[in-house]
């Protein structure tokens, strides 16, 4: 009877098959290019269990190494393998200490997106290990054994201090490498200089990468991308501008528009102008269609670095591409030359210039030019002299004409001098070129009356606005609020009344003092909600009330007069004395605006 050989649980058939000599090549073959502790064990079995080889240092290396494995490998199973070989009298040699400084940590987001892992094979090379004590009694364990540290090690151990974000131990680890002559991998100085970005520490990136180039060393362009793409996004100007220069000028790495769009928001806050004509140079390039916001943020750098005609000459380039301006592309210039304290009559002498040399000029710049004046010191009373002169000269410039941003900042400049007759002046011109006038205008032109105690004009702008379906801002109402606060007048009393000015704002009870107070039938005490008051104090409101009432049949009919004497005086084509009286393109309300509005406050008195 032939007995059949048993067969060795957990362990291929093919492996049973083969010489003890050939599992031997192919088990250091697995732990060097494919470490698996499953596998590993797998041939183990074979040779000491089945076929009784006796365990030597290369079997423990072995099984060290398969601890490389990403998924099952652990620094307790070394720990455990180095105390069993001291156990078995076994010594561990220098190529036995350095395996056990590799333990594969999973791969982090770099390898995969970067090309720097295979997701189905670890790379030994970025074997970390994770446990510092252990770590350090193998480097102590060398040194007592006068045993030196291989380049291999060198890059384990920094690799360690980098997993565990002890940056700058492991830079001087790398300084030590390089005074010994000892070349850095390039997958060390990658993995370093991804955890750097990691940590936001771009001087020192700046620092590796420049030392990496000036050795001679490639970089590979998913590093250089990578760099590029992190350190501009979080605007770090020299390590985002050293890599532009050094890899997209030359070609080597196309960078997205995002990218693009963050390297020109650098340049533009640091007044980098080689930096933003590179960037524009390379979406010229590329064919990529210039935005608005890339021409605003052009414009800020020549802005930032001080150069205003030339940031004018960018908006006159903007506009012959097709883009329009808006209110946002001059703000910058605006900013500029108010903290700059920069002469209104400068800034149109460089507009001048540009149209001498047949430049088109937008009205935008005009207008910023003029708006400049708003922000001149009180007491200079050329302001509203030079906003006049630059309006009148506007159509030389600008062949569109003057629209409401540029009234608007007439007026406004006017206000702020308290000059009426040029103020009017603007009125006229708005109204006789058919320029609508907007919710600012009527803003502007209610608080200049208000300014000057017109308040009956005032209470009229205010009816025309309503009666274009216009809204007051917040801002303007507190300030009516403000103005007519304290005034007797009968139209400031309406404006401050009105539920339009009022709107937010609580409206005292009791103010007529109509009320009685509630009794209860015990002891005659007033209650509920409602506050009670002496019948001396309700005679004495009543009184007030009647009085007001005659006040406002009074003023009723001295206005109906008014009105009548009015109607008159347009009838016989007599002009009205006051400027703000004066009636043109529908600036003025009409008269069934003003009755409207009479007739509201009746209803509300």
């Known amino acids: 009877m032939i007995l059949k050989k048993r067969k060795s649980p957990g362990v291929p058939e093919d492996l049973e098959k083969r010489t003890t000599e050939n599992l031997e090549n192919r088990l250091q073959d697995l732990v060097a290019k494919r470490p698996s502790i499953t596998s ?22 072995a099984l ?37 400084l590799k333990v594969s940590k999973p791969y982090t987001r770099y390898h995969l997106l970067h090309g720097l892992a295979d997701p189905f094979r670890p790379i030994q090379a970025l074997a970390v290990h994770p446990d510092y004590l252990l770590r350090q009694e193998i480097l102590r364990t060398l040194r007592d054994r006068w045993l030196t540290l291989s380049p291999a090690g060198w890059h384990y151990v920094v690799a360690g201090l980098i997993r565990e974000h002890q940056f700058e131990l492991a830079m001087n680890y790398i300084e030590q490498m390089e005074r010994k002559g000892i070349p850095v991998d390039a997958w060390l100085h ?51 501008k050293y890599i532009w220069k050094h890899v997209v000028e030359l070609g080597f790495l196309k960078p997205s528009y995002g990218v693009c769009s963050n390297v020109l928001t650098i340049a533009s806050r640091t007044g980098d102008t080689e930096l933003a004509t590179s960037v524009f140079r390379f979406l010229a390039e590329t064919e990529v269609p210039f935005s608005l916001d890339d021409y605003e943020k052009l ?44 002469n209104p009559r400068d800034a149109w002498a460089m507009l001048k210039q540009l149209k001498a040399q047949k430049r088109d000029i937008p009205l935008g710049c005009a207008n910023v030019v003029i708006e400049l004046c708003e922000h001149a010191p009180i007491d200079d009373t050329s302001a509203v002299e030079d906003a006049i002169a630059f309006y009148k000269e506007l159509y030389s410039l600008c062949p569109s004409g003057a629209n409401v941003a540029t009234y608007n900042s ?6 702020r001098a308290k000059d009426t007759k040029a103020c009017m002046f603007a009125v006229k011109e708005m109204a006789a070129l058919g320029v609508m006038p907007d919710t600012t205008t009527f803003e502007r032109l209610i608080l200049m009356c208000l300014d000057s105690g017109n308040y009956r004009s005032a209470y009229m702008y205010f009816q025309d606005l309503l009666d274009r379906k216009l809204s007051l801002s917040e801002a303007a109402r507190a300030e009516i609020r403000q103005l007519c606060q304290g005034c007797d007048d009968e139209f400031a009393l309406r404006l401050s009344l009105h539920s339009h000015i009022r709107s937010g704002v609580p409206i005292r009870k009791h103010e007529v003092g109509d009320e009685t107070p509630q009794e209860n039938s015990e002891g005659g005490k007033a209650r509920g909600r409602r506050r009670a008051i002496s019948r001396a104090e309700l005679l004495a409101r009543r009184a007030r009330q009647r009085m007001l009432r005659r006040e406002w049949r009074r003023a009723k009919r001295k206005e109906r007069r008014k009105r009548k004497r009015r109607l008159r005086a347009i009838a016989r084509g007599m002009e009205e004395e ?9 600036l003025n309300p009409s008269e069934t605006s003003e009755q409207k509005g009479q007739e509201e406050n009746t209803e509300t008195k």
């Open 40 to 61: 590993a064990t797998q041939f183990l079995r074979v040779l000491i269990r089945d076929r009784h080889v006796r365990p030597e240092v290369r079997h423990y290396r």
């Open 64 to 100: 060290i190494l398969a601890n490389t494995d990403a998924e099952r490998g652990s620094p307790e199973n070394v720990r455990n393998l180095l105390k069993e070989m001291e156990h078995n009298g076994i010594p561990a040699d220098s190529g036995t200490l350095h395996a056990a």
């Open 190 to 240: 990658s993995i370093l200089v991804y955890n750097l970005c990691d940590a936001e520490e771009f001087d020192e990136v700046l620092k590796l990468m420049r030392s990496r180039a000036d050795q001679g060393h490639e970089m590979s362009l998913n590093l250089w991308f990578y760099v590029l793409d992190v350190a501009s996004e979080a605007l770090h100007h020299e390590t985002t």
């Open 299 to 342: 414009v800020e750098t020549y802005v930032m670095a001080g150069d205003l005609y030339t940031a004018f000459d960018t908006l006159c380039t903007m506009q012959k591409s097709g883009i329009a301006l808006e209110e946002s592309s001059t703000r910058a210039i605006l900013t500029y030359m108010i903290r700059s304290k920069t």
């Open 410 to 415: 007439l007026i406004n400049t006017c206000r």
């Open 578 to 586: 006051g400027w703000l009286e004066w009636e043109a393109g529908g």
